[in-house]
């Protein structure tokens, strides 16, 4: 069963499942970081229901987006919500697996919302849809950053979003095909340390890494967005990571 969700203020369709993996915050949080040039090719890793690259098409009218995902029922879904909102002409989405997906160095930009942990103690009895969305399983994210690597086209850019205590790996692991990264905190509170990181780089390009000032998205104790969390959330702006 599904249930009928709206993003960015209602102006995107991304239904989602009523139970399992919901995608949420990080996957329009990713979208929003996406930035495209005209006509250029995007493709996100592991799309669930489509709603990261629903925002991200959201914002690059003049892109065209491919998706897959290892769960045909996610695949199924994402293909719903990219037709409910009449984007069939510029987004596909088929079934596959980040450690065997082949494709040639023909992407412009690649981004993904990749599993979060490593280790199946860390989540109490998940449903299966829940253990393939944030266990890494047999795919670890070294194996994410390889295959962006195969597919990006030379100096082409990879956008990921992740838990701020990997980013020390993040870091490690793809110095050996990426570079000129930047790096965007995202902290709950002003006072709080960041807990997400937004981070791009690209494919054989050298240059320093920046670190840029974090998303705040909460104000005080009441959990209001913040004025520049909303207008993200709303869709009026986005979130520079480069």
Known sequence: M???????GGQVV???????????????????????????????????SGAATLVAAFHNADSRFDAFDIDPAMVDLAQSNIAANGWTDRI?????????????????QVFFNPPFFDDASVLASPSEGKRRAYLAGNTPLESWLKRAN????????????????????ILVMSRKWFGDVVVKPIAPYADQSAKRVLVSARKGVKGRL???????LH??????YTEEAEAVLRGSDRIVVR
């Open 219 to 224: 104000d005080g104790s009441d959990r209001q």
């Open 14 to 48: 991304a239904n989602q499942v009523a139970s399992g993996f919901r995608s949420g915050l990080d996957a329009v949080l990713l979208g929003a970081s996406i930035q495209a040039q005209l006509n250029e090719n995007l493709l996100e890793f592991g799309c669930g």
């Open 92 to 108: 596909g989405v088929c079934p596959g697996d980040v450690a065997d997906f082949a494709g040639a160095s023909a992407m412009d």
């Open 150 to 169: 195969q597919v990006l086209k030379p100096k082409g850019r990879l956008t990921l979003i992740h838990r701020a205590d990997r980013l020390d790996d």
């Open 2 to 8: 599904t249930e009928a969700v709206t993003l960015l």
């Open 210 to 216: 920046t670190l840029l000032s974090p998303l705040v």
